[in-house]
């Protein structure tokens, strides 16, 4: 069983300081992808990351993956209270093909304060 | 990208019966995925809702309970039978899209509370 382990579980910070949000495995993933859900939304795809080291950012949004393909992060710089949400990680695996490989970690609940 | 329209999105409903969810596509699709996301925690994947076959269940999930349609490539309906409290979540559709399917694309979803 593939397990996907969210650091922190909740994040509580004031507009304006950066963060950090890890995603950690033992197991190596095909790919990663990490999704916002708004309260009364679904998940919505951010950014996938698919070679080990790759960096992409996305506005304020940075996301790394790891150089063994086991751990990404997504650090945010400024935050802003839109950015409100819980973050999820998920990593794909190919073993059958597909997205049934698809293993979502548990999230991080962030809070903005204005 | 997809554009997923799933309904109801939120119900409230009594102990014993049942509600079928319903998931539109605007577009043909491979892959349909059925997700639980009890409160404050992640997503649990239901089911892989296959068209002209069963749907694919994951461990702890039964087709008695959580039966799924999939009549055709644009639309799929989750089921939830017999329903308890314990039952009590957010219910959501997926589709997947990009290189071999990697990526997923989620409905609004359909919060359920059983009273």
């Known amino acids: 069983t593939q397990l996907l382990e969210q650091s922190p579980q909740f994040l509580s910070i004031q507009e304006g300081e950066n963060l950090t949000v890890y995603c950690n495995s033992s197991s190596v993933f095909s790919s990663l992808q990490w999704y916002r859900q708004e309260p009364g939304e679904g998940p919505v795809l951010l950014v996938t990351?698919?070679?080990?080291?790759e960096v992409k950012k996305l506005k304020r949004l940075t996301f790394q993956f790891g150089d063994a393909r086991k751990d990404s992060s997504l650090h945010i710089t400024a935050a802003q209270p839109g950015d409100t949400g819980l973050y999820l990680c998920?990593?794909?695996?190919?073993?059958?093909?597909?997205?049934?490989?698809?293993?979502f970690g548990k999230g991080t609940h962030l809070i903005i304060q204005p | 990208s997809a554009v997923i329209s799933q309904k109801p999105s939120r119900d409230i409903c009594q102990r014993g019966t049942s509600l079928t969810i319903q998931c539109q596509v605007d577009?043909?699709?491979?892959?349909m995925f059925w997700y639980r996301q009890q409160p404050g925690q992640s997503l649990t994947l239901i089911a892989t809702?296959?068209?002209?076959?069963?749907?694919?269940?994951e461990s702890g999930f039964v087709i008695d309970k959580f039966p799924i349609s999939r009549p055709n490539l644009t639309f799929s309906t989750l089921t939830v039978s017999n329903m308890s409290p314990e039952d009590s979540s957010i219910y959501l559709c997926?589709?997947?899209?990009?290189?071999?399917?990697?990526?997923?694309?989620f409905g609004s979803g359909t919060q359920l509370s059983v009273l």
């Open positions: 990351v698919v070679t080990g080291g």
């Open positions: 809702a296959n068209q002209g076959s069963e749907a694919t269940y």
């Open positions: 998920a990593g794909a695996t190919f073993s059958g093909g597909g997205a049934d490989g698809l293993t």
């Open positions: 577009s043909q699709v491979t892959m």
């Open positions: 997926s589709v997947a899209s990009g290189a071999r399917g990697a990526k997923l694309f």
